[in-house]
């Protein structure tokens, strides 16, 4: 049985390796240094309103984990919630733990719109999304990085 519960201080190293193992994998364009995560997981611990996580465990093992990001947007008409991440272990795909990260994500956090991306060769992923409602976006994105002394 997959148990989703949120993150807690005595996560900190399953977190981590998870998503040192996330930024590893085919999944993600590039690698991000180890102090993003430290940062992101003191995030996630400090109460803040813009992040959260939710950890998913099968059998007390930690075997995959949702990084939330929080939003308003007035095109969605209210919240949205970003699943800035989603990562289940090789292990443990195709067990239902992305697909109960993900309802767990509906269920606990309330939004008029949820929001993921994903590389566009993960086949995988992106059948289990649209299996989840999910569709794709006609938007391009685009970025720019700030001074980290600017968050």
Do not use: C, H
């Amino acid at each position: 049985m997959i148990k989703i519960r949120t993150v807690a201080d005595s996560d900190r190293k399953d977190y981590t390796t998870m998503a040192e193992e996330f930024y590893d994998s085919p999944a993600v364009m590039k690698k991000i240094p180890r102090s993003y995560i430290d940062l992101t997981f003191s995030e996630l611990l400090s109460g803040s309103p813009y992040a959260a996580a939710l950890i998913a465990e099968r059998d007390g093992k930690a075997i995959g984990y949702a990084l939330l990001a929080l939003t308003f947007s007035q095109e969605a008409g209210g919240r949205v919630v970003w699943i800035d991440e989603i990562y289940v272990r090789p292990e443990a795909r195709g067990s239902g733990a992305g697909r109960a990260l993900i309802e767990a994500v509906r269920s606990r956090f309330p939004a008029a719109r949820y929001r993921l991306e994903l590389e566009p060769d993960n086949d995988g992923a992106r059948r289990l999304y649209e299996r989840l409602g999910f569709t794709a976006l006609p938007y391009e994105q685009m970025y720019s990085s700030v001074a980290r002394s600017a968050r």
